[in-house]
């Protein structure tokens, strides 16, 4: 099942559904039905990383994926009894293909849309997660007050994002993506674990956790796991 929220999408939410469309025009899977994932992974180095469990016990959950990509990890989360789930993206080429992947797992609703907008319209969530997704990718001070919102009291929030490099500011930055040899501008949000505490705790959450993951082999980027509460 797949919807379709027609809002105008903030300058970053606009930018970034460019790019992603982009990527997803590089498909070349022609709607063939997608292996699933093994291990839900916080991270981008396969196995390194915790897995599903932080998530906790999804058992008749209403669950959202913000910034859910192709949907590999939404896909995996009805085997675990969730009653519902929700995979948003703000780039409507990928939630196409999501939907085409994923038809013969019951149990998503596939929405594209810029995640702060889409979520009034959901039930009450008992778990939102991310994972290099709309908290990595949209301003937090816009998506935190609509995801806490949306949690039902002691609802779980749970994302990964990169930490800042050495020497990197924190805050909105710009990279670009190559495409077809065409350099397409990506704005994303970074900030440290004690950023994202400051933030968290002033827009309600409790019980704020960050793990650090450092990348294999020493190299430079580093991956938080951040699991909040609503209060």
Do not use: K
């Amino acid at each position: 099942m797949a919807q379709h929220l027609a809002a105008p999408l903030p300058a970053d939410a606009a930018t970034n559904a460019t790019a992603w469309n982009a990527v997803a025009g590089l498909d070349n899977s022609n709607g063939l039905p997608a292996n699933e994932l093994t291990r839900f992974e916080w991270t981008g180095w396969p196995g390194h990383g915790p897995g599903i469990d932080i998530l906790g016990d999804l058992s008749g959950a209403h669950v959202a994926e913000l910034g859910c990509g192709t949907g590999e990890h939404a896909a995996m989360l009805p085997r675990h009894g969730t009653r519902a789930v929700y995979g948003v993206d703000v780039a409507p080429a990928r939630v196409a293909q999501a939907r085409r992947r994923w038809r013969h797992v019951p149990g998503i609703v596939w929405i594209d849309g810029e995640a702060a907008a889409v979520l009034p319209g959901l039930p009450p969530l008992e778990v939102c997660y991310s994972i290099y997704g709309a908290l990595w990718y949209a301003a937090p001070g816009r998506l935190l007050p609509a995801i806490g919102a949306q949690l039902v009291p002691h609802g779980l929030l749970a994302f990964s994002a990169n930490a800042p490099r050495a020497g990197e500011p924190s805050g909105q930055r710009v990279d670009n993506l190559t495409i077809d040899g065409v350099r397409m501008p990506v704005i994303y949000y970074t900030h440290t674990a004690e950023q994202w505490q400051r933030l968290l705790t002033a827009h309600g959450f409790t019980d704020i956790r960050a793990l650090t993951v450092a990348a294999p082999g020493g190299g430079p980027y580093t991956t938080l796991v951040v699991t909040a509460r609503r209060s």
